[in-house]
């Protein structure tokens, strides 16, 4: 029975979880009106069911060091005496049932409690002498010196409907950083160590069906796994699924498939569970579904299963006609997997899988379907600016969606299993993926975290490579390195033997792992490649890190004392290098798979290049931690994609500078580009191919115009106009027609402009975000890595002309306004629609 008053939302839907598949089948029920209900009457053709568990969450910060902070957890040295603890002395007192929570803050999952911590400049060093751990994580008050903000408890209500009852009961978390306790009515059921890879919590035999139950978690974010901001607490999605004992297991179903001819092949492999004292006879089908959803082939055995022991089968199927999967056209085919026993089918998923071939060649690069293409990649850490590390899924979407606006092909998740809703984007929106596991190490934790990550994505066409290392200086030129390397490749080998095993290096190319993996990948010693490919000719190689260009957007003159970084393709650490250097090289070479520049977006942490406080993140991005482009953006834009494109900057707001010098630069894949200032021309260059233009041209307000030319014809101008004073701001958005699901986001960007209507690119006004309706502001940001601003607010400071705000939709629908005002400046006012069922954008 429900709980009165639960926001509880409900999936009635088949999971589709085999193998890392989340495409939804049979009928799905959400939003308010089945949210305070569970106990409908299930359909046959359910044959199991999954809650995600977003609402109804309560927060607490615990306490590391203090028990009575920590409510009593640990206070017993009998903790793990009694399963329960005793009455006199529970395990915790948050994790009983009648825990008194009406204090604690109600929070929605994903959730990360570290964005909202004070900052903490920590010795003030993170340098050439000390790796200060305050700047590494983007001084957040965090870790051991931080015991009063390390632990986190969260707390629900799980009503578990009564025909749940004898089924198989489990709690699915995607994700949670870092080291996790699991409650259920005050008995642990389960604890994990490892912020990345998902895990699953089988309940049975504690869950109460029909009755609420209490799901507390205790989540110890003391220690980081990277060297980076990676968040704290449930900060990627946790589902209660419920199966019959006769099941498919998580990630039990592996799909290896291939072109043959215009049609395909596919060679099946499925696991099945058995959680019952039976020992029936079982029918397992698989049937694949083209794009289109036409059968195409199906297959059907027979299997017996021991009691209480698993089973396999594997299929062999063919059919004729197979649109591949590609970035440009990403065709995904599903593969439903039936169970049967006595007629009755007691288990069904669906897994989307793409038909495509991909190659990694030592001559010929990479090579997707057959034909050569090179990748163009980006490196990116799970975080963005108003949300930290607790992405939303629409958040997800959007971020690839710049990445293929700017011309990428591929992503490299840095340096941590994506969460399932990121690599769910890649394989639908079409992004080539290196998967790359957090531990280069062949501990029994290590290989349980990579074997995880194999057997969730093995069935992704987006996935070309496996990477088991990032540079381990330690042993990644050593023989130590060279083994611990072997062991983890026979995992992956065994688990997927469709695609090759790489890691990332700094130094020691020749030597240690580089035996042992199929590509090798070099971070930033992109002018060593050529060596290398002379002295191993048969060995495919890439770019696994390139680039590293620091910038500040917006920003064209040097000011290392407010710690800006001109957005010119110039500065970058002494490992790195401008995006030009790398490129030049990398495209002009085709035994040179690719590359991925680091990175993408800029990140929390790692506040290079001047790695000290008041710096709080990165400046390494193509676009700044909003997914606001930087100048280096569009360099990549106009050789990455066929497009024509001109781009001028720097603005033309220089105040104080009549007549002095200016540098100009166009990046164009155009022939031919003519600047012209205030209408004089101020000269035409030829556009050589990767490369540049720039001009030095004195200040004088008015236009500055670029022209430019393909086969002698006009085809783009693009022009940057002196503005006056601040007058108005704007606001545009991504999509004005959204989910009323309490999840779905739309990413809003507030900018001013003149009286005139010109963009002023160094307003700096702060903006308050207003919403009517049902929605909800649930984080901001600017792209300054030098803010040190509240993320989850109301208001921010725009940053070089420019803010973000992320309004999410509530679950009733209806129109929404948002309303940004700013002191002194005509407001913006912007209508949204949140329907109830999805809406084409």
Known sequence: MGRKGSNLTVDRRVVLQSAGGLTLASTVLTGPAVADSITAPRPSHEFRQSMKLAFDWKFALGHASDMAKDFGFGRDQRTYAKTGGSESSPIATAALPGFDDSSWSSVQIPHDWAIDLPFDPGPGGFGPDQDDPHAAHGYRALGRDHPENSVGWYRRPLDIPADWSGRRLSLEFDGAFRQVVVFLNGIIVDEHAGGYVPFTVDITDVAHPGETNWLVVRVDASLGEGWFYEGAGLYRHVHL???????????????????????????????????????????????????????????????????????????????????????????????????????????????????????????????????????????????????????????????????????????????????????????????????????????????????????????????????????????????????????????????????????????????????????????????????????????????????????????????????????????????????????????????????FIWTGFDYRGEPTPYSRWPSVGSYFGAMDSCGFPKDNYWYYRAWWRPEPLLHLFPHWNWEGREGEEIEVWVHSNLDRVELLVNGRSAGAKMVERNRHLAWSVPYAPGVLEARGYKNGRLVATQRRETAGAPAALRLSVDRQRLTADGEDVAMIAASVVDARGRPCPRANDLVVFEVAGDARVIGVGNGDPVSHEPDRSDRRHLFNGLAQAIVQTGRKGGPITVTARAEGLRPAVLRLDARTTKQST
């Not at 995992?491 to 792992?513: C, E, H, I, M, Y």
């Open 241 to 595: 699924t419920a199966t019959d004992p006769i099941h498919l297991p998580p990630h039990g179903v592996f799909i290896q498939s291939a072109p043959r001819g215009a049609g395909a092949t596919a060679k099946i492999s499925i696991d099945v569970r058995n959680q019952s004292d039976a020992a029936p006879e079982a029918r397992v089908r698989t049937i694949v579904l083209a794009p289109n959803g036409l059968e195409m082939a199906r297959n059907e055995t027979g299997l017996s299963i021991t009691a209480w022991g698993d089973g396999k089968v594997e299929h062999d199927l063919a059919w004729d006609a197979a649109p591949l999967w590609s970035p440009s056209d990403p065709q995904l085919h599903r593969l439903v997997v039936e169970v049967e026993v006595g007629g009755r089918i007691t288990d069904r998923t669906e897994t989307s899988f793409g038909v495509r071939s991909a190659v990694f060649d030592a001559k010929r690069g990479f090579l997707l379907n057959g034909q050569p293409l090179k990748l163009l990649g980006a490196c990116c850490h799970q975080d963005h600016a108003g949300v930290g590390a607790a992405i939303p899924d629409r958040l997800q979407d959007w971020r690839i969606e710049q990445l293929k606006a700017m011309g990428c092909n591929a992503y490299r998740a840095s340096h941590n299993p994506a969460t399932p809703e990121l690599m769910d984007a890649c394989d639908r929106l079409g992004m080539l993926v290196i998967a790359e596991t957090r531990r280069m190490s062949s501990d029994d934790e290590s290989m349980a975290e990579l074997a995880t990550l194999v057997r969730r994505d093995r069935n992704r066409p987006s996935v070309i490579a496996w990477s088991i290392g990032n540079e381990e200086q330690a042993i990644q030129g050593n023989e130590t390195g060279a083994a611990i390397a072997r062991t983890m490749k026979r995992l992956v080998n065994r688990l997927d033997p469709s695609r090759p095993v790489t890691a990332a290096k700094d130094q020691d190319f020749d030597t240690g792992v580089s035996r042992v993996v199929d590509v090798l990948g070099f971070n930033y010693r992109t002018p060593q490649m050529e060596g290398y490919h002379a002295r191993f000719p048969d060995q495919p190689i890439l770019g696994s890190e390139t680039g590293s260009t620091v910038s500040t957007r917006g920003e064209y003159v040097l000011d290392a004392a407010r710690h800006i970084v001109p957005a010119y393709d110039r500065e970058h650490p002494w490992w790195a290098s401008t995006a030009e250097e790398w490129w030049t090289i990398a495209a002009e070479r085709p035994y040179i798979a690719g590359g």
